[in-house]
């Protein structure tokens, strides 16, 4: 019974370390290009990350809820990259602010920018290294 526990528990972290552990990869520029030509999509620092939140921006956070109710940035909304429905839910925020994405450590949220890319938003941001980095920063967490 104990090895059925333990196998059960590797295998659940290593389902979900490959799902947001995987090489971020960076958005193509040239296909996220707005009608002025300006990109709207980029992959940035943890340090750019943090400059980009103001009142004309939102955070959202693309991990599970557990991971989220573990730690998360200050006033992030929670919308969970493995949902059925997770473009609906994304698509319905005001695609006029700036959409600061992050995960853990930026794989999921480099494959949510792809997922909205093109879906009206004015300019979205993957914060490279996710969460991760930005508790390695040492930045607020709220708990």
Same mark, same amino acid.
């Given at each position: 019974?104990?090895?059925?526990?333990?196998?059960?528990?590797?295998?659940?972290?290593?389902?979900?370390?490959?799902?947001?552990?995987?090489?971020?990869?960076?958005?193509?520029?040239?296909?996220?290009?707005?009608?002025?030509?300006?990109? =709207?999509?980029?992959?940035?620092?943890?340090? +750019? *990350? %943090?400059?980009?939140?103001?009142? !004309?921006? &939102? =955070?959202?956070?693309?991990?599970?809820?557990? +991971? *989220? %109710?573990?730690?998360?940035?200050? !006033?992030? &909304?929670?919308?969970?990259?493995?949902?059925?429905?997770?473009?609906?839910?994304?698509?319905?925020?005001?695609?006029?602010?700036?959409?600061?994405?992050?995960?853990?450590?930026?794989?999921?949220?480099?494959?949510?920018?792809?997922?909205?890319?093109?879906?009206?938003?004015?300019?979205?941001?993957?914060?490279?290294?996710?969460?991760?980095?930005?508790?390695?920063?040492?930045?607020?967490?709220?708990?």
């Amino acid at each position: 019974m104990k090895i059925l526990q333990i196998l059960t528990l590797v295998s659940l972290t290593i389902f979900f370390s490959f799902s947001c552990d995987t090489a971020t990869k960076s958005v193509d520029a040239e296909s996220n290009q707005s009608e002025q030509g300006t990109a =709207v999509a980029n992959d940035v620092s943890v340090n +750019e *990350f %943090k400059s980009l939140i103001n009142d !004309n921006s &939102i =955070v959202l956070d693309v991990r599970r809820p557990v +991971e *989220f %109710k573990a730690g998360h940035l200050k !006033n992030a &909304i929670n919308i969970n990259y493995f949902d059925d429905d997770f473009l609906a839910q994304v698509i319905k925020l005001d695609k006029s602010k700036t959409l600061l994405i992050h995960c853990a450590s930026g794989g999921r949220s480099a494959g949510a920018m792809s997922k909205l890319s093109g879906r009206g938003f004015e300019a979205m941001y993957n914060m490279l290294g996710g969460i991760n980095a930005w508790e390695n920063a040492k930045f607020e967490v709220v708990k």
